[in-house]
């Protein structure tokens, strides 16, 4: 029987047990999807797309730009690097995830959401597009006149985005992200999943003391007859902090918007983020 003396005369067993410690404490638990946090402007971070997976966050968005003939990733055409494109950053990680994981971007999680808004025009932006989401087919969406077969990857369009092209395409591998305006016109919900607002047009309120009562059932009556109609919502342009994380979240808004990956990722996962908002 090896006793603490013995131990201390055996550097060789010290040497094994180094040599098994990166194997040992290489396998992390693996990551909870937080299937209601969405990486606003994503690209931003130190490691686009990979920081947002590594918090479980299951939306992300990538703004894209037309630069001669290729769709760089970047909030405007200035900021746009011939090396940061759509695949290098997106579409070629999400590939090779979704090839690890048995089919999902999350092993045995739910369908992962790709918003593109499109800085440039939609309708330039969408023949360069189209032919390079084909190459990722197999694990994409694909939205119908009448259904959706929902793959590993959603994209949805925003922005500048072409809706009276896709809405002519009998089966296309992208959606658009809608406008309040939709919840009115109820254009198909396999067009238009998504219903996306700036919170700051529609709510006076900026997380400061109590929300008051009248903007509170304004926000829940909005959600519910979004759900109704079968799509989710999600709001930009608000204050990124707790408490209007906490009041979108009680109200049952699919996709809480944020810049701060870290801090809405602890608050979701004390929440049981993995049930849906309706």
Not at 37 to 52: G, I, K, M, Q, V
Not at 140 to 154: W, Y
Not at 198 to 212: E, I, K, L, N, S
């Amino acid at each position: 029987m090896m006793n603490k003396s013995s131990f201390r005369a055996s550097p060789w067993l010290g040497a094994a047990l180094l040599l098994l410690a990166p194997a040992v404490f290489a396998a992390d638990a693996p990551v909870k999807p937080l299937t209601r946090a969405h990486a606003h402007n994503d690209y931003e971070h130190t490691r686009p797309l990979l920081d947002a997976l590594d918090r479980g966050f299951n939306s992300v968005e990538a703004d894209i730009n037309l630069v001669d003939g290729k769709l760089l990733v970047a909030h405007d055409r200035r900021q746009t690097r011939p090396d940061r494109t759509l695949e290098a950053l997106y579409l070629d990680p999400l590939l090779a995830r979704v090839q690890a994981n048995s089919g999902r971007v999350f092993k045995d999680g739910p369908p992962f959401y790709l918003l593109i808004d499109c800085k440039s025009p939609g309708t330039e932006i969408w023949p360069v597009l189209r032919p390079m989401l084909e190459r990722y087919r197999a694990m994409l969406t694909v939205f119908k006149n009448d259904a959706t077969e929902t793959n590993a990857v959603t994209v949805v369009l925003s922005g500048d985005s072409p809706r009276v092209v896709l809405a002519s395409e009998p089966a296309r591998l992208a959606a658009i992200d809608g406008r309040l305006p939709d919840l009115e016109a109820n254009p198909s919900p396999h067009l238009v999943p998504w219903i996306s607002e700036d919170w700051t047009r529609h709510f006076q309120w900026r997380g400061w003391q109590a929300m008051p009562a009248a903007e509170q059932q304004k926000l829940r009556d909005l959600v519910a007859r979004a759900h109704a109609q079968g799509r989710m919502v999600r709001f930009w342009g608000g204050p990124d902090s707790e408490p209007l994380w906490r009041a979108q979240f009680e109200a049952g808004v699919d996709l809480i918007n944020t810049d701060k990956l870290a801090t809405l990722a602890a608050f979701l996962a004390s929440r049981n983020p993995s049930t849906p908002g309706h």
